[in-house]
């Protein structure tokens, strides 16, 4: 349960690269999913959850 987060980061970050190089015209969209995951990696480290 505790790597879930980090299942979701990898998957925000790929989606993200997918996004960006694929589809440059949803720039929205991309930094949304790149704003999520930069969220859940804060709360990891904030937390103080072993990285």
Do not use: E, N
Not at 29 to 42: E, K, N
Request: glycine residues 10%; without cysteine; positive net charge.
């Amino acid at each position: 349960m505790k790597d879930i987060i980090w299942i979701i980061v990898v998957l925000l970050v790929v989606g993200w690269l997918i996004g960006f190089f694929a589809f440059p015209a949803v720039g929205g969209l991309i930094h949304a999913l790149l704003v999520i995951a930069v969220i859940l990696i804060i709360y990891k480290v904030v937390t103080g959850r072993s990285v």
